[in-house]
């Protein structure tokens, strides 16, 4: 099953608060960049990511595949739709061999399965759902919050703003066409610690604890954006006493007319009362 996978790769599957999921923080709104920040006159490494992510906030979905390598040497690799604002929706497909379930993410409630053996696990029906989580703060919680929070551009670019050695490395090609490259290195808690205006304490710490597994204290972000200002590569590399974390995230079709539907509910099974 998509949990047991997603688990075993240290990724928690519930987060601190969907709340005002347009910014994905249940406690206040996330700071956009102001005009001053991020208008197009600054071209300085900081000022482009402040660009991005104020464009982000405006696009609010994309189109994404990302593979990942974790300390403990489990691999995996996914595609689907992220939606990070106005509400936090995502649906993924798992494209490596033997995986054929799916994982849908509706704001506060999950679905997984979609497959032929959830089906026959299930009696028929092909999809299990999650039950409500209330927080500690007496919201409800996102499911999978933390590998939301991975796959976030948002998040990435403003890690990427806060860190001292930002620098561009030039123009590459992409599958895609040309990008520029910059890099960024920051540790652990520098990049949890940078989403204060977009993500409550406790998702900053579920974070910071996926991201840092393995004994993971320091990543180098390697991001590539066009000539929109927008993020269309992303890979977020460590090195832990435990072994390494090597994630890449392509992205594409940023506010495109996507759409993720939740299962069908006589096609549902629902949690255990």
């Not at 601190?16 to 923080?25: R, T």
Request: hydrophobic residues 35%; charged residues 20%; contains cysteine.
């Amino acid at each position: 099953m998509v949990a047991a996978v997603l688990m075993a790769a240290g990724l928690t599957a519930c987060g601190g608060g969907a709340g005002a999921p347009a910014q994905l923080s249940p406690s206040r709104p996330a700071t956009s960049p102001s005009p001053s920040e991020a208008g197009s006159s600054d071209r300085s490494p900081r000022g482009v990511m402040l660009s991005a992510a104020q464009g982000l906030q405006s696009s609010r979905r994309a189109k994404l595949s990302f593979w990942s390598n974790t300390p403990d040497g489990r691999n995996q690799s996914a595609a689907g739709v992220l939606y990070w604002a106005p509400r936090t929706i995502m649906q993924l497909g798992w494209t490596m061999p033997g995986a054929t379930d799916q994982l849908i993410v509706m704001d506060t409630v999950s679905y997984q399965g979609g497959d032929a053996a959830t089906a026959a696990r299930l009696g028929g029906r092909h999809w299990e759902k999650s039950g409500e989580v209330i927080g500690p703060d007496g919201r409800k919680e996102t499911p999978f919050a933390s590998l939301v929070d991975q796959l976030n551009p948002v998040l990435a670019v403003t890690a990427a703003a806060g860190a001292g050695d930002l620098r561009l490395l030039g123009e590459e090609k992409l599958s895609e066409g040309s990008a520029e490259h910059y890099r960024a290195t920051l540790s652990v808690a520098d990049y949890a610690a940078a989403q204060q205006d977009l993500l409550t304490a406790e998702r900053r710490e579920q974070l910071a604890t996926a991201l840092g597994q393995g004994g993971v204290g320091t990543v180098t972000l390697d991001l590539w954006l066009n000539d929109k200002d927008q993020l269309v590569q992303l890979q977020r590399s460590g090195r832990g006493s435990q072994g390494s974390l090597d994630q890449t995230i392509q992205y594409s079709d940023f506010g495109g007319p996507l759409a993720v539907q939740a299962p069908a509910e006589n096609d549902t099974q629902g949690p255990a009362r």
